[in-house]
Every structure is written in C-alpha cells, then in structure tokens.
C-alpha cells in the first residue's frame, strides 16, 4: 500500500513537470503515458513480490502445521508403546510447532488480505492508465482545434489591422502611376509617328501637285500642236 502510494504521489509529481514545460501537449501526454506505464511495470513488481511473501507465509505454515501433526502421531506411538517419557517429549515438539504454525498463519492471512488489496489497487491503476490512453486522442484533437483556432483567430486580426489595407492602397496608386506614365508614353510615340507619316504623306502631295502642274502644260501645247 505505501508503495502504491509513492508512486501515486511520484505520477502527480511527473504530471505537474509535464504540464508546467506543455511545449508540445502531443509529447506531454505521451510521456505522462510513458512514466505511468514504467510506474505500473515496478508496482506489478512490487506485488509479485509480495504474493511471493504471501506463499512463502503459506508454505511455511503449512510445514510447521504437518511437522507438528507428525510430532502428534510420534506421541501416540510413544503412548502405545508404554513411553510417557518420549511421549511427553514428542508432545512438547509439538506444541512448539503448533505454536509456531499457528504464528505462521496469523501472518499469512495479514499477508494475503494485503494481497488481495494490492492487487486491487493494481487493477485500478491498470484502469487508469487505459483511460488516460482514451483521453489522450480526444485531449489531443482538442489542442489542434483550439491551436486551429487561435491560428485563425490571428490572421483576422492581422486583416482588421488597417495598415494592411493602406498598404495595398498605397500599391493600387502606385500602379495607377505606373499605367499614367505608359499611356503618357504611348501617346507619344503615337504622336511621333503621326509626325513622320504627315512628312511622307506631304511628299506625297508634292509629286501629285508636280504631275499635275505637268499634265495641265502639257494639254496647253497640244492645240497649238494641232494648228
């Protein structure tokens, strides 16, 4: 029982050093498991041991009680014999072993109801233990949610945060410079080109004007040609 109880108070100890470090509550839980499960491998020890006692106890008992049955049938052998003297001997072995034997029993009984509660206690453990691996899964998804959660919890923040915004107002103006300034460019471009087309386009207008100065002159001449 006392040895229960330590490591009763050694997994509340290992529970509370987990919990105050909680980095990964993932790693926590496993080895909370981890040391409970070690603590129940040396409590089951510790019970062998004492079922071990127990039948130790027993067997001893057990031995004494024989022994002093057969210390009894020597004293009947004596009696039938005619030997009160060796009678007497063999009676006084015994009472020394019934005595003993009866000893031996009291103590047997205290160990095996001991037994009996320490394996109790075994059991309950065992229970525990199954139960913290149930838990574990569902304590596990519920750190992801609420991490999940805060996580998101976050990033609307960093949205209402209104220097996000006037971040992407300041890009939309810049932008807005940007295609200014290549509109601003194309036009004139276009402009350079309409300058080089109206220069051709007045040579053009030259030639046109010189063949037509050359056809009037040379329909005057053809009358006087004619005469």
Request: no cysteine.
């Amino acid at each position: 029982m006392a040895f229960l109880s330590r490591i009763s108070t050694l997994f509340k100890a290992n529970i509370n050093h987990a919990i105050s470090k909680a980095e990964d509550p993932e790693k926590m839980l496993e080895q909370i498991i981890s040391d409970m499960r070690e603590q129940l491998v040396q409590a089951k020890q510790q019970v062998a041991r004492a079922i071990a006692d127990e039948k130790r106890l027993q067997k001893n008992y057990q031995n004494e009680e024989a022994t002093a049955q057969e210390w009894e049938r020597k004293a009947t052998l004596a009696v039938e014999k005619g030997d009160d003297n060796l009678a007497r001997q063999a009676l006084g072995r015994r009472k020394e072993r019934a005595q003993l034997a009866s000893e031996y029993k009291v103590q047997w009984e205290k160990q095996k109801q001991a037994v009996e509660s320490l394996k109790q206690h075994l059991q309950a453990l065992e229970s525990k233990i199954e139960e913290a691996q149930r838990k574990k899964t569902l304590l596990i998804a519920r750190q992801k949610r609420a991490q999940a959660q805060k996580q998101i919890q976050e990033t609307l923040s960093g949205m209402r945060d209104s220097s996000a915004f006037e971040a992407f107002e300041r890009m939309n103006e810049k932008v807005d410079d940007i295609e200014a300034k290549a509109d601003a460019a194309a036009e004139m471009t276009d402009m350079e080109d309409t300058s080089l087309e109206d220069e051709f386009a007045a040579l053009e207008t030259n030639d046109v004007d010189e063949e037509l100065a050359a056809l009037k002159a040379k329909l005057q001449q053809e009358p006087t040609e004619n005469q």
